[in-house]
C-alpha cells in the first residue's frame, strides 16, 4: 500500500499571501497525483491532477509541482474562499487509491 | 452538468445491511469508472471501491474486501453499494465519485465530480 502523508496537518496564512502545502508518497507514483479541496459540509473538489494541471475552472493561483515521492501545491495570494481542507491522492496503484489524511489551511 | 445523486444512507444496527445507490445524469454514464469514497466524522477521505464503466472490473478496500459489494446498472445511470456485516467503523459519510477514466487498470483514477454523499450510522 501506497502511503501518502500531508504536511503540515494545519498552516496558518494570511489573505493575500502564498500558501504551500506539501504531500509525500511512500514510494514513487509518477505524476499521478491529484489535489481536491474540501469546505466544511461539502465533498471535495478536484484541484489539479497528474501532479500539476489544473482542472477546469480552477483559477491559476492554484498551481502543483512534483513527481516521484514528492509533490507541492501552491497557492499563490490566498482569497478569502481558499481557506479549507485540502487532500492529494494517488493513482497509480489501485491497492489502494490513497489519499493524504489532509492539511487544513486556516486563517491567521 | 455532470450530476451525482446518493441515496440509501441511514441508521443500521451492527451486522446489518444497507444498499446505497448513486445516480447520474449530465454524463454517458457507461463511459466512466465510477467510485465509492467515505468521509469518517471529522476524519479524512477513504477510497472504498471502484467499478469500471462496462461494470466488468470492480476493486475494493481491504477494510471492505468480502463485506460490500458495488455494481452499476447502465441502462439506468446507477451505481449501487451493496454493504453487508456492517460495524461501527463504517459510519461515515459515502461520496459517489467519477473518475475520468472509463478503464481502472491503466486509467486516470482521480475523481471530477462527486455527489453530495449520504450519511451511513451504524450504531446499536
Known amino acids: 500500500e501506497i502511503v501518502m502523508t500531508q504536511s503540515p496537518a494545519t498552516l496558518s496564512v494570511s489573505p493575500g499571501e502564498r500558501a504551500t502545502l506539501s504531500c509525500r508518497a511512500s514510494?514513487?507514483?509518477?505524476?499521478?497525483l491529484a489535489w481536491y479541496q474540501q469546505k466544511p459540509g461539502q465533498p471535495p473538489r478536484l484541484l489539479i491532477y497528474?501532479?500539476?494541471t489544473r482542472a477546469t475552472g480552477i483559477p491559476a493561483r492554484f498551481s502543483g509541482v512534483g513527481s516521484g515521492t514528492e509533490f507541492t501545491l501552491t497557492i499563490s495570494s490566498l482569497q478569502s474562499e481558499d481557506f479549507a481542507v485540502y487532500y492529494c491522492?494517488?493513482?497509480?496503484?489501485?491497492?489502494?487509491?490513497?489519499f493524504g489524511q489532509g492539511t487544513k489551511l486556516e486563517i491567521k | 452538468e455532470v450530476q451525482l445523486l446518493e441515496s440509501g444512507g441511514g441508521l443500521v444496527q451492527p451486522g446489518g445491511s444497507l444498499r446505497l445507490s448513486c445516480t447520474g445524469s449530465?454524463?454517458?454514464?457507461?463511459?466512466?469508472?465510477i467510485s465509492w469514497v467515505r468521509q469518517a466524522p471529522g476524519k479524512g477521505l477513504e477510497w472504498v471501491s471502484i467499478?469500471?464503466?462496462?461494470?466488468?472490473?470492480?476493486y475494493y478496500a481491504d477494510s471492505v474486501r468480502g463485506r460490500f459489494t458495488i455494481s452499476r446498472d447502465n441502462s439506468k445511470n446507477t451505481l449501487y453499494l451493496q454493504m453487508n456485516g456492517l460495524r461501527a467503523d463504517d459510519t461515515a459519510i459515502y461520496y459517489c465519485?467519477?473518475?475520468?477514466?472509463?478503464?481502472?487498470?491503466?486509467?486516470?483514477?482521480?475523481?471530477?465530480?462527486w455527489g453530495q454523499g449520504t450519511l451511513v450510522t451504524v450504531s446499536s
Open positions: 467499478s469500471s464503466g462496462s461494470g466488468a472490473n470492480s
Open positions: 449530465g454524463l454517458t454514464f457507461r463511459s466512466y469508472a
Open positions: 491522492q494517488q493513482y497509480n496503484n489501485w491497492r489502494p487509491y490513497s
Open positions: 465519485a467519477k473518475a475520468f477514466s472509463e478503464f481502472v487498470l491503466g486509467g486516470a483514477i482521480f475523481f471530477d465530480h
Open positions: 514510494q514513487s507514483v509518477g505524476s499521478n
Open positions: 497528474d501532479a500539476s
